[in-house]
């Protein structure tokens, strides 16, 4: 099986960062993703790390670490919208057909 | 990125009959796709595995009885809640496997919110 840990909430402030810490264990590994989900919506597609390091992708970064089973989601300039539950998850490898194993979300709240 | 829809978005039925969602994948082919639910302020669960052609895996405690799914073509997966109850009464979200070269992730559908009376 797979345990994913993250933050339950966090708090910032508009232009602020924000980094979202996420730690797995699993029995396998081929991917680690991150998606935003705001109330009552579907989740969105923001980052994909399979190697080692950093990814960016504009005010978004992600990072990973395999050997200490550990990854983060870097928030820059912080805007209200970015008010939303951030899922880390984490892909098994094998028969499984890449299905997804995800945290419980971080709830990021954005003040003014 | 990819995109999947759903439909229907939204739907309210009586307790005893069934429901059929779909879920499209617009403009790429997906062998594989999965079946979540959620219920209010939890995390997303993972109901099945659905393979085009192949019968699908059901993750331990969904009944496939229940929740019937079919994967008819490369780009169509549906899921039939039967005999629906208010307990079933959730947000079901679908996701489709899109492969391309490097990349390798799964976009979500927008969701389809059933409410059983």
């Known amino acids: 099986g797979q345990n994913i840990d993250q933050p339950t909430e966090m708090t910032a402030t508009e232009g602020a960062i924000v980094q979202i810490n996420c730690t797995y264990q699993?029995?396998?590994?081929?991917?680690l993703f991150w998606y935003q989900q705001h109330a009552g919506e579907a989740p969105t597609f923001l980052s994909y790390?399979?190697?080692?390091g950093l990814e960016e992708k504009g005010r978004f970064s992600s990072f990973l670490s395999r050997s200490k089973g550990y990854s983060y989601l870097l928030l820059k300039e912080l805007q209200m919208k970015d008010s939303a539950s951030y899922l880390c998850?984490?892909?098994?490898?094998?028969?499984?057909?890449?299905?997804?194993?995800f945290g419980a979300g971080t709830q990021v709240v954005v003040t003014p | 990125g990819a995109v999947v829809s759903q439909h229907p978005s939204w739907v309210i039925c009586k307790s005893g009959t069934s429901v059929k969602i779909e879920c499209r994948s617009l403009?790429?082919?997906?062998?594989?796709m999965f079946w979540y639910r959620q219920f209010p302020k939890q995390s997303l669960m993972l109901m099945a595995t659905?393979?085009?052609?192949?019968?699908?895996?059901?993750e331990q405690g969904v009944e496939k009885d229940k929740f019937l799914i079919n994967h008819a073509s490369l780009t169509l997966s549906t899921l039939t809640v039967t005999s629906a109850h208010p307990e079933d009464s959730s947000f079901y979200i679908c996701?489709?496997?899109?492969?391309?070269?490097?990349?390798?992730?799964?976009?979500f559908g927008p969701g389809t919110r059933l409410t059983v009376l």
């Open positions: 659905s393979n085009e052609g192949s019968k699908a895996t059901y």
């Open positions: 699993t029995s396998g590994f081929n991917g």
């Open positions: 998850a984490v892909r098994d490898h094998g028969g499984s057909w890449g299905k997804l194993q």
């Open positions: 790390n399979v190697l080692d």
């Open positions: 403009d790429f082919q997906a062998t594989t």
């Open positions: 996701s489709a496997r899109w492969a391309s070269g490097s990349t390798d992730t799964q976009y």
